[in-house]
């Protein structure tokens, strides 16, 4: 019996080029996604089997313009592809018809690799409307690889409905890669001197340009590469030399490329029929543009606050009704307790976000299908660059104003590495809408409710000025970043803008998907983990709250507000924690109670509010008009007097502006980055900002 031949293939191409759509269409829902060692560039692959029974591995590589990386994600094609050469058979290069030409610089270089190629020109449908005309058969033989033209979205391609569909034409010329000789551009462009000449018998079997990308880009490899090619490091490394040979090779590749293009690649602008160009005279105008840029922006996260609630209230009221049950029907144990108030409670911590991030990915799948998230970056890059961040950045920062875990998640569509982390770690100064109740609450309590000018509420303007403090800390904080994070990668801002179309449902969906199963079995698990750890803090302690039943009993009398629960919390590990710090924050104005709350609203920032109910033995923890009358005339055990001031309430306030108050995010953070490097940072810095800022404010007002 013959055995089935087993291929790896690469899916390589430009950003934008249509490379996920082919990839859905080629292996459909067979794939694995996981994330390369170390970074949080997405790994994606999936099979498919050919007519004769060969076996396809198709391996979905980052969009990359070239193979002289300028971000993580192109290095880590770079990588794979020289690193992984005898593992990868043969490479599917995706282009886009509209940007021919500059993709055509990635195939050459992969074509000096040795690889066998085939070229997938993608967004065929569209080649009428731009009065575009393509001579496929003189392509072929000018390229000497397999040529199709497509379109990942119609599945056709020249405008075809009949016969078969384009995608399994496609997988029939596969086989055709393999037949033709793999065509060498390099070697004639005379780049590589007596130095790589003088190596090359010690490496006879490898692709002169792969020691070329060796030795160019050996700072990218280290120690795996030194360990493989030893001959490369000791070679002369001349930067400057260097930098002109490599624009020399640009120059050289286009001057082929063009050649071949003018022979094959025609554009009539008189026949074009295509509406994009119109309507980016209105979304690419400095000034509507913008406008209209802020008012999708606006929609986009009133629908993600109006429609979350409502599936967040059904998970929050589910696992509300799922903890009465358990504890009406299991034994009221110390395990019950874990299971119902620990495990149950974090797993509903983690679902209770799913909604918002479904939304928030919805939206930015569909803006990203349709072609407009190209044009926001185009919009904000120019406002944003100065700052460290990327035009792409305004994503995550407007989508914290939701939730900092959905919006660090979204950081994920930021191509360059740098730009990317410091989107990251800015995001959770973004006021969020947790911090609202602790606002509300400590607002509604020292600032008064009076006009200014007749028309301007004080309260509203304070709740504003919050907004704005947290929005310029991530600003400003970003600049500092810029400034520290080292970077081996130059920026460039290289943008093409693709064609409207309306978004494949599919696509949509399995992006959500992804994004979403990656944050429940990525950051939940933490969640949970420390949400079962908070609950033993809050339910276990010493003596007194071991026979709490007995000491309340004779503490009750000396207050007339102390019930039992409050007493419990107050002697609980987690209350004794609160006593413990309350030198450390004596100073910003606050006492143990207030330590309690600021502890347990690491778990979520709203819980400050819930935690003070309890403190102050309000049963209703929505009775915000009691809690603030208890509030306002709780007193001071040391000075008697009233212990929310307005120097405390300021205080409060510029605390949770600035302090990184959820593990949630922190979780995100390290499920993003790998690591607990960062997340440790983030905490510190905000932790120390915050204090520092409340500090001055109470020592100052007071």
Request: proline letters at 4%; hydrophobic letters at 45%.
């Amino acid at each position: 019996m013959k055995q089935k031949r087993k291929l790896k293939i690469a899916l390589v191409g430009n950003p934008n080029t249509g490379k996920t759509s082919l990839f859905n269409k080629l292996t459909g829902l067979h794939k694995k996604i996981g994330n390369y060692p170390g970074i949080t560039v997405h790994r994606v692959s999936g099979q498919f089997t050919l007519d004769d029974g060969t076996e396809i591995e198709l391996i979905d590589l980052p969009g990359t313009y070239s193979l002289h990386p300028t971000s993580k994600d192109e290095e880590v094609v770079l990588k794979e592809l020289l690193l992984n050469r005898e593992k990868i058979d043969g490479i599917l290069m995706v282009a886009d018809v509209n940007n021919l030409k500059r993709n055509l610089i990635l195939l050459h270089e992969i074509q000096d690799l040795g690889f066998p190629v085939m070229l997938a020109i993608n967004m065929c449908d569209e080649m009428q409307k731009k009065g575009i005309k393509i001579d496929v058969d003189k392509l072929r033989e000018l390229l000497q690889i397999p040529v199709i033209l497509v379109s990942a979205k119609k599945s056709k391609a020249d405008g075809q409905r009949e016969g078969k569909g384009k995608i399994h034409q496609m997988k029939e010329m596969i086989p055709d890669m393999f037949k033709m000789p793999s065509k060498k551009y390099f070697e004639h462009y005379g780049l590589t001197g007596t130095s790589i000449d003088f190596i090359k018998p010690d490496y006879p079997n490898e692709p002169v340009y792969k020691l070329w990308l060796l030795y160019t880009e050996q700072d990218k490899f280290g120690k795996e590469i030194k360990e493989h090619y030893p001959k490369i490091y000791d070679l002369p490394f001349d930067r400057s030399t260097l930098k002109r040979l490599l624009q020399k090779e640009v120059i050289k590749r286009y001057r082929d490329i063009n050649r071949i293009l003018k022979e094959t690649y025609h554009i009539d602008k008189s026949q074009a029929t295509g509406l994009t160009e119109r309507i980016d005279r209105i979304l690419l105008h400095k000034v509507w543009g913008i406008l209209i840029f802020m008012l999708i922006m606006f929609l986009v996260f009133q629908a993600i606050f109006t429609w979350a609630s409502v599936p967040m209230d059904w998970i929050d009221r589910f696992f509300s009704q799922t903890n009465i049950y358990l504890k009406s029907h299991l034994p009221d144990n110390q395990l019950t307790a874990l299971l119902t108030d620990g495990i149950v409670s974090g797993i509903s911590g983690v679902l209770i976000f799913v909604p918002q991030i479904t939304l928030l990915f919805l939206f930015i799948a569909l803006l990203e299908e349709m072609g407009y998230m190209s044009r926001i970056v185009f919009l904000m890059d120019r406002l944003m660059q100065p700052f460290g961040l990327s035009g792409k950045s305004v994503v995550p920062l407007l989508s914290g104003t939701a939730c900092a875990v959905p919006a660090i998640m979204s950081a994920r569509t930021i191509e360059n590495s740098k730009e990317r982390l410091i989107s990251m770690l800015v995001t959770p100064f973004i006021t969020c809408s947790a911090r609202l109740p602790v606002y509300t609450i400590i607002i509604a309590l020292v600032i008064p409710d009076k006009d200014i000018a007749g028309f301007i509420n004080l309260q509203g303007l304070v709740l504003l000025g919050l907004y704005f403090l947290g929005f310029s800390a991530a600003l400003l904080s970003a600049y500092i970043l810029s400034k520290l994070i080292k970077s081996k990668y130059k920026r460039y801002f290289i943008l093409e803008m693709p064609e409207y179309k309306a978004p494949i449902a599919k696509n949509v969906l399995i992006t959500v998907w992804d994004h979403v199963k990656a944050f429940i079995f990525g950051a939940g698990k933490i969640i949970v983990a420390f949400s079962i750890i908070l609950w033993f803090l809050a339910t276990h302690g010493g003596p007194e709250f071991q026979h709490a039943e007995q000491y309340y009993k004779q503490e009750a009398r000396k207050s007339e507000q102390a019930t039992l629960e409050s007493f419990k919390l107050e002697h609980s590990y987690l209350g004794q924690m609160g006593k413990t710090i309350e030198p450390v924050i004596k100073p910003l104005g606050y006492d143990w109670k207030i330590g309690i709350a600021i502890l347990t609203s690491f778990a979520a920032r709203e819980v400050f509010v819930s935690t003070l109910s309890t403190i102050y033995s309000v049963g209703n923890a929505d009775d915000d008009q009691l809690l603030r009358e208890r509030m306002a005339n709780e007193k001071s055990r040391i000075t008697g007097t009233n212990t929310f001031t307005f120097a405390v309430g300021i205080s409060l306030l510029l605390f949770y502006v600035f302090a990184m108050q959820c593990f949630s995010t922190l979780a995100t953070l390290k499920n993003e980055t790998k690591t607990w490097k960062w997340p440790v940072i983030v905490f510190f810095y905000m932790t120390g900002l915050a204090y520092i800022t409340a500090f001055l404010a109470y020592q100052i007002l007071s």
